[in-house]
């Protein structure tokens, strides 16, 4: 990983009341939340392609006809489960669960596992293959891994929900989430198909398809340590992912197909495929967070394709397809927003790109931070604050990589051989000096600093859940 300098701009989160993009305490939107419902030059870019390097083929699809049922297990009281384990180990195969009820404390649904469908805490491990798990309740997530020590597996299973704050799978307190080959769709608001909240944990997903539409639902919604490989995922109005904090989400060989079209908050005006952030609720705590894309497919249909605010984050991109189909959307946003205090809660971003192609542009606020890597031959087609001069960005090429200016550029430092850009009858601007095209340049990147330290009392995120900050809670007596 490359290096990086560390601006002296620390990020102080402030109290602002936001609606924690995942956080189903609350809605970051003037929308009902009980209703589920910089152009670059073509002529000088390659056209876009939705090719994956994902075989969708290979993604297994599962309907609940598919699954032999043995044993039917139904609980329809408030607050309970229909599974629980508790300290123990246990195993199910070939059984339906369904669940109705509700729970009237959303913090104890979110946080400890209240009225979910299926419930491991206390050190339990809990095996599942070929499950179907439904459940219409609100804030009835459907399989709860909760604590540290706890394991939950889970194999070819469909699951179902329809309730809004109702996850498909949901992990936090420190537990641990195995699944494979899973077909899960959620359709209520603030309702993740794969889910973390305070305390994170570790999320492990290899293969199947996973698919929301509901207000506020994203895909992935991390306040943990989330990987994904092999799958398909969708999201019909939400984000695909949001990575809250001081968290991971990797991606190897996955077709993303994110379309955010309605808005759970009224603190942006952006739409994008990927939000990478820090809500202030307290439930993330305040870190450098990461998303890595290695191999794989990104298909953008509304906005941008990376938003980052409120917070510092590593973007590692590995020789993926990232298309996005909103000609007015950019690559990547860095900006302000309405979480944070205003005047520090800029995005700050190590992008790093290895045998990358980009298509698009990129802005970066006067209170953010970019530095971008392009290496081995790696390409970008776009500009970088066309508007002009605003906050700091460093762009090193090396391995053979390339930027071809769509627009006039305005960066703070480069690193580059001297064939290395492409300004393409554009102009580009180094620290106020404009770049002569045909010329070597030596750089520095940029410092950034973010605050270790938990955040405290503050909004709700786009899924409606909350998040990881600092020591994994204790359930309360």
Request: hydrophobic letters at 30%; one cysteine or more.
């Amino acid at each position: 990983m490359k290096h990086f300098y560390q601006k002296g701009i620390a990020i102080v989160l402030s109290g602002l009341l936001i609606a924690s993009l995942a956080a189903c305490g609350g809605n970051t939107d003037n929308t009902d939340p009980t209703t589920a419902t910089a152009t670059i030059d073509e002529a000088t870019r390659p056209a876009a392609t939705s090719t994956s390097n994902a075989t969708e083929a290979t993604v297994k699809k599962l309907s609940e006809a598919d699954i032999t049922i043995n044993e039917t297990i139904e609980n329809n009281a408030d607050s309970e489960h229909a599974i629980l384990a508790d300290g123990n180990t246990a195993s199910y195969s070939n059984t339906k669960v369904v669940k109705t009820g509700d729970s009237d404390s959303g913090d104890e649904a979110d946080f400890y596992g209240d009225n979910a469908a299926i419930f491991a805490t206390n050190g339990a491990t809990l095996d599942l293959s070929e499950m179907v798990v439904k459940s219409d309740g609100t804030h009835a997530n459907a399989v709860f891994s909760y604590g540290e020590g706890t394991i939950v597996n889970i194999s070819d299973s469909y699951i179902e929900t329809s309730g809004n704050c109702s996850g498909g799978l949901m992990t936090t307190g420190g537990g641990t989430m195995n699944a494979t080959n899973l077909t899960i769709t959620t359709s209520g608001n603030s309702s993740a198909a794969i889910r973390s909240d305070r305390g994170g944990g570790t999320v492990n997903v290899d293969g199947g398809s996973y698919t929301t539409s509901g207000t506020g639902s994203p895909v992935i919604y991390s306040t943990a340590d989330i990987t994904v490989s092999n799958a398909e995922m969708t999201s019909t109005a939400s984000q695909g992912v949001v990575v809250e904090g001081k968290n991971s989400v990797t991606l190897n060989n996955v077709t993303l197909n994110a379309d955010n079209n309605k808005k759970n908050s009224d603190k942006s005006s952006y739409y994008q495929a990927v939000m990478i952030y820090q809500s202030m609720s307290g439930d993330a705590a305040q870190g450098t967070s990461s998303f890595t894309m290695n191999g794989g497919t990104l298909n953008n249909q509304n906005g941008d394709i990376f938003f980052v605010n409120n917070t510092a984050t590593d973007i590692t991109l590995n020789n993926s397809t990232i298309v996005n189909n909103d000609t007015d959307g950019v690559f990547l946003r860095a900006a302000a927003a309405g979480w944070g205090s205003e005047g520090s809660n800029g995005g700050q971003v190590n992008l790093n790109a290895t045998n990358q192609e980009i298509n698009g542009d990129m802005i970066v606020d006067d209170i953010s931070v970019l530095n971008l890597y392009l290496n081995d031959k790696s390409s970008f087609f776009g500009s970088i604050n066309s508007s002009g001069n605003a906050g700091d960005v460093y762009v090193e090429l090396s391995g053979d990589s390339e930027w071809i200016l769509t627009a006039d550029s305005y960066v703070t430092s480069l690193t580059c051989d001297a064939s290395s850009i492409d300004l393409n009858g554009h102009k580009l601007y180094v620290n106020g000096v404009e770049y002569q095209e045909g010329t070597a340049s030596t750089g520095s990147a940029i410092e950034f600093t973010v605050s270790s330290s938990g955040g405290h009392g503050g909004d709700t995120p786009p899924d409606g859940g909350h998040g990881s900050g600092g020591t994994p809670p204790a359930k309360p007596d």
